[in-house]
């Protein structure tokens, strides 16, 4: 059974290129980075080693992030506990869209604003929503672009995958 999902990649970026399958897994370190919360406070992925994370990039503008949203934050609460978090990376250029978009849609886990567009740049971002997952080396290990009904799945499925490690 091949559960490779999603794999992209350009240039440069090896990232991107996720793939795994029962045979074997590929991963890479996932790009470092510090942004600011909703909360107000600087967030550095290196300060999550040792967690799985979920990064979500996502847009207030994205129909499917108002669907996926929601289900990630069940699975962030079914899974917090084992050391996991999600990390939602807002690509507005403004900011106060993205809380309005929260008031909508309240999410428990840490949403950062990436205004200026550096980490879904660094991260090669080209689908709205995208999620990478991060093992608790640091590794990028799966990857998935945009979102339909039962992506939800796989990713809790990744999610108990990664935390027994």
């Known amino acids: 059974m091949n559960r490779t999902l999603i794999a992209a990649g350009r240039t440069g970026l090896a990232l ?29 992925l ?8 979920m990064l979500n990039f996502w847009a207030s503008w994205c129909g499917p ?39 909508a849609v309240p999410v ?9 567009s550096r980490v879904s740049e660094l991260y090669e971002v080209d689908a709205m929503p995208t999620t990478v997952m991060i093992d608790r080396d640091g590794n990028a290990r ?10 939800e799945d796989h990713y809790a499925e990744q999610v108990r995958e990664l935390v027994r490690e």
């Open 16 to 44: 991107l290129l996720v793939l795994f399958s029962l045979a074997g897994r590929a991963s890479e370190p996932a790009p470092d980075f510090t942004l600011t919360s909703n909360q107000g406070e600087n967030l550095r």
């Open 46 to 53: 290196e300060d999550y080693r040792g967690q799985v994370v």
């Open 65 to 103: 992030c108002r669907q996926e949203m929601p289900l990630m934050d069940e699975i962030y609460q079914n899974y917090k506990d084992l050391g996991f978090t999600v990390l939602a990376v807002n690509v507005d250029a403004d900011s106060a869209d993205a809380n309005r978009f929260l008031e």
């Open 108 to 116: 428990s886990y840490p949403v950062l604003y990436d205004t200026e």
């Open 142 to 151: 799966y990857l998935h672009r945009g979102y339909q009904p039962g992506y």
